[in-house]
């Protein structure tokens, strides 16, 4: 074993899939990267996701209290990348990179029609939001696209780096 530094620990300890989260505040719907985030409860399901003070996106959850939860497929990867490397203040990030919103069903903020899976969130509770910028969300509204059967998600790495869903192996659990 060697030293590693304190940096790079985020770079082996990603929870999950870089998702989209999008939101519509006055109007104006808006679409970020996101990849820290986790699953809290099962049943209501519980979402835990970190979005910095300093992204657009923050002010417009905090005051809707509601967002999309879009789970892109690796063939998504550019536009991933191009949602994250831009901010919704300098104007229309769907458009910008070639992503379509379609109306929700429970919340204003959009469906993002490419992905495979969207999840409608409502934010329970903003306890930590003040000290960690993490909202706890609950699903309210659940979106699987039929025609993507075997969809490959994509996880970060760190600065540029993702890996792709593999192989599925299936072990004995006690788990539903």
């Keep these: 074993m060697r030293d590693m530094p304190l940096a790079d620990v985020y770079k082996l300890i990603e929870p999950g899939p870089v998702v989209l989260l ?4 006055h109007g104006h719907a808006n ?33 809707t209290k509601a967002c999309v939860i879009a789970i892109p497929d690796v063939a998504l990867a550019e536009k991933v990348v191009a949602v994250g490397n ?15 919103a379609r109306p929700a069903k429970k ?3 959009p469906l993002v029609a490419e992905c495979f899976a969207n999840l409608e969130c409502e934010v329970r509770d903003t306890s930590l939001v003040e000290t960690y910028n993490l909202f706890i969300l609950e699903v309210v509204k659940a979106w699987r696209d039929p025609a ?8 970060h790495q760190g600065y540029g780096s993702f890996s792709v869903d593999g192989d599925t192996i299936r072990l004995p659990s006690r788990m539903p």
Aim: charged share 15%.
């Design 107 to 109: 919340v204003a903020a």
């Design 22 to 25: 999008t939101t519509s505040h």
């Design 31 to 63: 679409v970020m990267t996101m990849s820290w985030h986790m699953m809290v409860e099962f049943t209501p399901p519980l979402i835990a996701c970190v979005v910095s003070s300093g992204d657009f996106s923050h002010a417009a959850l905090r005051a």
């Design 86 to 100: 831009c901010s919704g203040r300098d104007g229309d990030k769907f458009a910008a990179c070639g992503l379509t």
């Design 148 to 155: 993507q059967h075997a969809p490959r998600t994509i996880h």
